[in-house]
């Protein structure tokens, strides 16, 4: 399975994944599964607190099999992850 550098804002993360979608789709998990630890009193303390540990996607998320910071990098719009995910982590009924 290959290998992806995936990166967004102050996020540098190394996935094995099927393709770059695969390795968006599992930052986005990865950056949910943080957050998870978040303890706010509301959601606006929540994001501030994501967006202070580094723990939150801009807008878009780049991904390129060679490495960070590739101007030849495939890049997703953060919407679209997170649409991506929602197929991905939801099983079809």
Do not use: N
Not at 15 to 26: P, S, T
Not at 31 to 47: K, N, R
């Amino acid at each position: 399975m290959p290998k992806f550098y995936v990166q967004s804002g102050p996020i540098r993360l190394i996935f094995a994944a099927a393709d770059a979608e695969q390795a968006a789709v599992m930052a986005f998990q990865w950056t949910c599964d943080q957050q998870a630890e978040i303890e706010a009193a509301s959601p606006l303390d929540h994001v501030l607190v994501a967006e202070e540990q580094g723990w939150h996607l801009e807008d878009e998320v780049a991904v390129h099999e060679q490495g960070f910071d590739r101007w030849d990098a495939q890049v997703f719009e953060t919407r679209d992850v997170f649409e991506a995910w929602l197929r991905w982590s939801v099983p079809v009924v």
